[in-house]
């Protein structure tokens, strides 16, 4: 990897890859890090490690991503893995990889970190046992393992479902599955969206494959969930939750999975005071870019999920948007049937959330507040009463709240408690979350220890992945 | 594979690589290409991931994917990297961290 590149890629995932191989072919200096070991973003983690008789179990998309990502690590592409991004200060990127500080310089930065699952504070979330659903199938990619005991998978949308089949074809059967969504009848949503359900045709078929097929294995499926709760001592007990009739029912399990769809990483972009903005409907802070992903910082764009979430088959298109601009700006003609097909896919891709949107609402995290004894802040282990004493106390903001109740000042700097601060202050307070805002992050994006600080490799010494 | 403890995770359909081993708290843990060393440290069950410092509360993974800082552990000497982020090598020591025995280094040091 040399030391100065005409662009750097923050993310090997769809959106990164894509973007890197359009760059690639106008002939300018591309070099894409990512925190991971190999390429294939969330959606295709570990894709390479896998025999293809091996990702056939993890269903058809995961093939067709393996062999994108092959196809990346075959172009040329210089890329460090294991690298996570520090700080980055004008064009100059720090990043960390092996327990070096190394550095880049780059003329332009494209984000294209992905999401994160949607942080869903309820009682008991924080035992062990407990995780994200998406983070459960990121071990499955990765390791093909599956819980050893008994568990319950909890939550609402696409990806939980795709999970339980996932584990099914593994031989493994959850207990339930637990449907929290907020909208009772989803097939009269999709009434309302004929249309696009019918130019979704595919994915609407895999949606309703995965509903036959955990009916096929005869997993209970319970729709109407709500307060749920996780119980344990040492680590996870008993789920409790309550029926749609309102009575009360649990089931005892050593793990529970939950998943209440996913949201952008904003990490990197409000470190570099990207403005953002309050998606109310989506209750999370996504970039304000413009038509082509680029942010109000100049020259930075964000791409992919990290954008805004349209899913793995649209991170792509948002990427060859910003990688065509992007040649434009350095003085090359942008490919513009490229550009065109982009548009229509990512018009396409939209039409589709719109539905999921409607039709999948996250019932716990947007259905009732904060349950008291919920740990918002895993880190410092701050409860939402706690929080809820200091709004009453005045804290009117994230970074008040941090003040007052240390929720948001440990390890992971306000990743998984932000969203939900922001939602609990703006609901006690009455104020519009947009007005709460979200936490001030600032770098180094990882807490680095004295050694790494201490040790910044020189400009050109650099190691490839 | 584990020994006397009961894992987290049990391996499915893998037999197409090769195991080798690490060490979890001294013991040996069979684990996979792939896996990454929070994997590991599941594979070996038992006792709780991980002890916070605050309170000794019980903690494990929770987002697999570099964001939540739960599965903080000891590698090859070195405290406080993230499990799910490291991928597991032959021969790993890993060491679980058990609260304010995590050792003096544990925090950010900004
Ligand atoms: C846990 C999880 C599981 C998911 N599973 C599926 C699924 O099975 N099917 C599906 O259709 N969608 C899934 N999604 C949705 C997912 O977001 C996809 O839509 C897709 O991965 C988006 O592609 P992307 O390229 O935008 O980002 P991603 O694929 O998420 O790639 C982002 C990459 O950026 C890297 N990165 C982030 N921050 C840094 C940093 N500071 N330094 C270095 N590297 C960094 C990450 O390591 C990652 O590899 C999942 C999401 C999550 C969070
Ligand atoms: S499990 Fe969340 S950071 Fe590793």
Same mark, same amino acid.
């Given at each position: 990897?040399?030391?100065?590149?005409?662009?750097?890629?923050?993310?090997?995932?769809?959106?990164?890859?894509?973007?890197?191989?359009?760059?690639?072919?106008?002939?300018?200096?591309?070099?894409?890090?990512?925190?991971?070991?190999?390429?294939?973003?969330?959606?295709?983690?570990?894709?390479?490690?896998?025999?293809?008789?091996?990702?056939?179990?993890?269903?058809?998309?995961?093939?067709?991503?393996?062999?994108?990502?092959?196809?990346?690590?075959?172009?040329?592409?210089?890329?460090?893995?294991?690298?996570?991004?520090?700080?980055?200060?004008?064009?100059?990127?720090? /990043? #960390?990889?092996?327990?070096?500080?190394?550095?880049?310089?780059?003329?332009?930065?494209?984000?294209?970190?992905?999401?994160?699952?949607?942080?869903?504070?309820?009682?008991?979330?924080?035992?062990?046992?407990?995780?994200?659903?998406?983070?459960?199938?990121?071990?499955?990619?990765?390791?093909?393992?599956?819980?050893?005991?008994?568990?319950?998978?909890?939550?609402?949308?696409?990806?939980?479902?795709?999970?339980?089949?996932?584990?099914?074809?593994?031989?493994?059967?959850?207990?339930?599955?637990?449907?929290?969504?907020?909208?009772?009848?989803?097939?009269?949503?999709?009434?309302?969206?004929?249309?696009? #359900?019918?130019?979704?045709?595919?994915?609407?078929?895999?949606?309703?494959? /995965?509903?036959?097929?955990?009916?096929?294995?005869?997993?209970?499926?319970?729709?109407?969930?709500?307060?749920?709760?996780?119980?344990?001592?040492?680590?996870?007990?008993?789920?409790?939750?309550?029926?749609?009739?309102?009575?009360?029912?649990?089931?005892?399990?050593?793990?529970? #999975?939950?998943?209440?769809?996913?949201?952008?990483?904003?990490?990197?972009?409000?470190?570099?005071?990207?403005?953002?903005?309050?998606?109310?409907?989506?209750?999370?802070?996504?970039?304000?870019?413009?038509?082509?992903?680029?942010?109000?910082?100049?020259?930075?764009?964000?791409?992919?999920?990290?954008?805004?979430?349209?899913?793995?088959?649209?991170?792509?298109?948002?990427?060859?948007?910003?990688?065509?601009?992007?040649?434009?700006?350095?003085?090359?003609?942008?490919?513009?049937?490229?550009?065109?097909?982009?548009?229509?896919?990512?018009?396409?891709?939209?039409?589709?959330?719109?539905?999921?949107?409607?039709?999948?609402?996250?019932?716990?995290?947007?259905?009732?507040?904060?349950?008291?004894?919920?740990?918002?802040?895993?880190?410092?282990?701050?409860?939402?009463?706690?929080?809820?004493?200091?709004?009453?106390?005045?804290?009117?903001?994230?970074?008040?709240?941090?003040?007052?109740?240390?929720?948001?000042?440990?390890?992971?700097?306000?990743?998984?408690?932000?969203?939900?601060?922001?939602?609990?202050?703006?609901?006690?307070?009455?104020?519009?979350?947009?007005?709460?805002?979200?936490?001030?992050?600032?770098?180094?994006?990882?807490?680095?220890?004295?050694?790494?600080?201490?040790?910044?490799?020189?400009?050109?010494?650099?190691?490839?992945? | 594979?584990?020994?006397?403890?009961?894992?987290?995770?049990?391996?499915?359909?893998?037999?197409?690589?090769?195991?080798?081993?690490?060490?979890?708290?001294?013991?040996?843990?069979?684990?996979?290409?792939?896996?990454?060393?929070?994997?590991?440290?599941?594979?070996?069950?038992?006792?709780?991931?991980?002890?916070?410092?605050?309170?000794?509360?019980?903690?494990?993974?929770?987002?697999?994917?570099?964001?939540?800082?739960?599965?903080?552990?000891?590698?090859?000497?070195?405290?406080?990297?993230?499990?799910?982020?490291?991928?597991?090598?032959?021969?790993?020591?890993?060491?679980?961290?058990?609260?304010?025995?995590?050792?003096?280094?544990?925090?950010?040091?900004?």
């Amino acid at each position: 990897m040399t030391g100065m590149v005409d662009v750097a890629i923050i993310g090997a995932g769809p959106a990164g890859m894509a973007a890197a191989q359009a760059l690639h072919v106008h002939g300018l200096r591309v070099s894409v890090l990512d925190e991971r070991a190999g390429p294939g973003g969330n959606v295709h983690a570990a894709a390479l490690d896998h025999p293809p008789e091996g990702a056939a179990l993890l269903g058809r998309d995961y093939v067709r991503g393996a062999q994108a990502a092959r196809a990346f690590a075959q172009s040329g592409v210089p890329v460090a893995y294991g690298a996570s991004v520090s700080r980055i200060e004008g064009e100059t990127i720090h /990043y #960390l990889q092996h327990g070096r500080l190394r550095q880049i310089t780059a003329g332009r930065l494209m984000l294209a970190t992905g999401a994160i699952e949607r942080p869903v504070p309820f009682p008991g979330w924080h035992l062990p046992g407990v995780m994200g659903a998406g983070a459960f199938q990121l071990m499955l990619k990765q390791s093909r393992v599956v819980p050893a005991g008994g568990y319950v998978l909890c939550g609402t949308g696409p990806l939980v479902l795709l999970v339980a089949c996932q584990l099914l074809a593994l031989g493994s059967r959850p207990l339930a599955l637990l449907e929290t969504n907020a909208v009772a009848s989803p097939v009269r949503v999709g009434a309302a969206h004929l249309s696009t #359900l019918a130019r979704n045709a595919g994915a609407v078929a895999k949606g309703l494959s /995965y509903m036959a097929r955990l009916r096929l294995a005869g997993v209970p499926v319970i729709s109407g969930v709500t307060g749920v709760e996780a119980k344990g001592g040492e680590t996870l007990q008993s789920v409790h939750y309550r029926r749609r009739d309102g009575a009360t029912a649990s089931l005892d399990a050593g793990m529970l #999975l939950f998943h209440e769809g996913v949201i952008p990483g904003t990490q990197l972009g409000l470190a570099l005071d990207c403005r953002h903005r309050w998606d109310s409907d989506q209750q999370c802070l996504v970039p304000v870019t413009d038509e082509w992903g680029e942010s109000s910082r100049a020259g930075t764009f964000i791409v992919g999920d990290a954008a805004g979430i349209l899913g793995a088959d649209a991170a792509p298109h948002s990427a060859m948007l910003a990688a065509q601009r992007i040649a434009q700006q350095l003085g090359h003609r942008p490919d513009a049937r490229a550009v065109a097909a982009a548009r229509r896919a990512l018009e396409q891709a939209s039409g589709f959330r719109r539905f999921l949107d409607a039709a999948y609402r996250p019932g716990v995290a947007f259905g009732t507040p904060i349950a008291d004894e919920a740990m918002i802040c895993r880190c410092e282990q701050v409860t939402a009463a706690t929080l809820r004493a200091a709004v009453r106390d005045g804290a009117r903001g994230p970074a008040q709240a941090k003040a007052f109740s240390r929720c948001g000042m440990g390890l992971c700097q306000g990743r998984i408690c932000g969203n939900a601060a922001t939602r609990l202050i703006a609901a006690d307070s009455g104020l519009d979350a947009a007005a709460v805002g979200g936490h001030h992050v600032r770098f180094p994006l990882k807490p680095l220890s004295l050694a790494e600080l201490a040790d910044e490799a020189p400009q050109t010494e650099q190691a490839d992945g | 594979m584990t020994g006397p403890a009961t894992p987290a995770l049990l391996r499915r359909a893998k037999a197409d690589t090769v195991a080798f081993m690490v060490t979890v708290d001294g013991l040996p843990v069979q684990v996979h290409p792939g896996d990454s060393v929070a994997v590991a440290v599941l594979c070996a069950g038992g006792k709780p991931y991980r002890r916070a410092v605050l309170g000794d509360a019980p903690r494990a993974p929770y987002c697999m994917m570099g964001a939540c800082f739960e599965c903080l552990v000891q590698v090859d000497g070195v405290p406080n990297r993230q499990g799910c982020l490291v991928p597991a090598r032959p021969g790993m020591r890993i060491v679980r961290q058990n609260g304010l025995n995590a050792g003096p280094q544990e925090g950010p040091a900004e």
